[in-house]
């Protein structure tokens, strides 16, 4: 009956430096966002084959060509979104279902849109078990959003785009930001985007590597066999 209680308290303590050292030490200040970090059990979102590495600083497979982003870029992009705890998220890229874990403790409802079926019905449920009940699992072509929940007061897309997808930032409200990497399919820059006035004014955070935004609005197919997320 001990091994069960050893084994959740490995997975505590490597949670917890990758907290602080993945994390807190490469300028990821946000206390909600490094407690948020340190509640979700990331070893829950990725295949039994990799959880020895669910702690690590690297992306891992999940299936469907897709990763689960390094745990620094999941702090960053979290971080630019400046959640409160009240707002409505729209999530592109749902992948495992851990960033939208992340948002889910910093928001009040997360709405995420998967492109892979088999992606979307697993994570759903991986999220329904685990206690998230305010994330939302949607599949479609996530270039176009998800009108029905619109506006949004924070955006985060987990893949990259050629540009920012116009129904995207229809769907933003007022005052909200929008974090995305948008380049080529090779290398992008993070962009945090706010809305003011009704035009997006943008900034770039830093260079970064993500798959590519497939869809309407995004791109039409990959050209390559990325390494991404990270």
């Known amino acids: 009956m001990a091994f069960p209680d050893t084994v959740a308290e490995t997975f505590a303590v490597a949670r917890r430096a990758m907290v602080e050292d993945q994390i807190g030490k490469r300028g990821i200040v946000s206390p909600r966002v490094l407690e948020a970090m340190l509640s979700v059990p990331r070893h829950e979102f990725v295949p039994a084959e990799f959880r020895p590495d ?27 979104l400046e959640l409160t705890g ?14 939208a874990a992340v948002l889910s403790l910093l928001a009040r409802e997360v709405i995420s849109v998967e492109s892979h079926t088999s992606l979307t019905l697993a994570a759903q449920e991986r999220l329904t078990d685990l206690g998230y009940a305010n994330v939302h699992v949607h599949s479609g072509d996530g270039s176009l959003g998800f009108a029905d929940a619109a506006p949004y007061d924070a ?24 974090v995305i990497p948008v380049g080529s399919q090779e290398n992008q820059e993070l962009l945090q985007t706010r809305k003011e006035g009704g035009v997006l004014r943008s900034r770039a955070l830093f260079d970064c590597r993500f798959v590519p935004l497939l ?15 990270q």
């Open 54 to 80: 669910a702690y690590a600083d690297k992306p891992l497979p999940i299936g469907e060509g897709q990763t689960i982003s390094q745990p620094f870029m999941v702090g960053a992009m979290t971080q630019a």
């Open 86 to 99: 009240s707002e409505r998220v729209l999530e592109i890229g749902t992948g495992s279902g851990y960033q």
């Open 155 to 178: 955006i985060l897309v987990a893949a990259a785009a050629p540009e920012i997808p116009p129904l995207l930032a229809g769907q933003l409200r007022e005052g909200g930001r929008l």
């Open 215 to 229: 869809g309407r609005y995004g791109w039409s197919r990959p050209d390559r066999k990325p390494t991404r997320n």
